[in-house]
């Protein structure tokens, strides 16, 4: 079960909107490191999710992508605690176990998503997280736009959406049911950015203000534009 585009000629993770969320997304996930942590990152793109988990000094990645470009990027970066591998998902042996698994905007890209999960599952040392972060459905620009009449429903694919392969939007309750199909227990949840207006208009706002809308969504955890879930094997539970 792959992937069938590569849209890395569509899209920069580094100067994309997006990154603001893979900064802040990564502030929460290494709160959960300690000294000696191995990690396994799915889809590390060019890095930059890789770089900021690795910035602690206190783990060490392993970190798959499937386009050769992302990989040549990431790379580059020259991370010293950090290994790029190229590969797709279920055809790559990851070396682990790990203490954490990474998984940051996969689970909507995939056919069968609680294969994914359960694959996930299978890295986990005993007492490991598995990190999953997705597009919410009820951010709060999505409400806007359904008030106005854009959308129809909360989980429409946008255009982008379709250009980046997403299969379905789930919310946190769905991607919870999804963990349990896997064998997995959900035991932390939160939001991530209140994004009131689309990632064009966000573009246009200072970084101190973004961050600003990052502290909301401590006030407004169901409404963040990124659900982020921490998952242990249920046998951990």
């Not at 386009?67 to 020259?78: L, T």
């Not at 986990?124 to 990190?131: I, Q, R, T, V, Y």
């Not at 972060?133 to 959308?151: C, D, F, K, Q, Y």
């Not at 939001?191 to 969504?217: C, H």
């Amino acid at each position: 079960m792959t992937l069938t585009r590569d849209y890395s000629a569509l899209y920069d993770p580094d100067t994309d909107f997006d990154r603001h969320f893979t900064h802040a997304t990564g502030r929460r996930i290494r709160r959960w490191f300690r000294p000696g942590d191995r990690v396994l990152e799915f889809g590390c793109a060019t890095g930059l999710m890789t770089s900021i988990l690795t910035g602690t000094g206190r783990v060490t990645v392993d970190a798959l992508e499937r386009s050769p470009e992302y990989v040549e990027r990431a790379r580059a970066r020259n991370l010293e605690a950090a290994t790029i591998h190229h590969g797709s998902i279920f055809d790559w042996r990851p070396p682990g176990p790990f203490q954490h698994v990474v998984a940051a905007h996969l689970v909507n890209e995939l056919p069968d998503p609680a294969a994914f999960l359960e694959h996930c599952r299978e890295q986990l040392a005993p007492g490991g997280l598995l990190h999953v972060s997705l597009t919410n459905p009820r951010s709060l620009h999505r409400l806007v736009a359904r008030e106005m009449g854009l959308i129809k429903d909360l989980a429409a694919r946008s255009d982008r959406g379709e250009r980046f392969q997403t299969v379905e939007i789930f919310d946190d309750e769905r991607l919870e049911q999804l963990g349990r199909e896997a064998g997995l227990t959900c035991v932390h949840r939160e939001g991530v950015i209140v994004k009131p207006l689309t990632n064009a208009q966000m573009a246009d706002l200072d970084d101190d203000v973004i961050e600003g809308f990052d502290r909301l969504a401590r006030l407004l955890p169901q409404h963040g534009a990124i659900n982020y879930l921490i998952f242990v094997d249920e046998r951990d539970a």
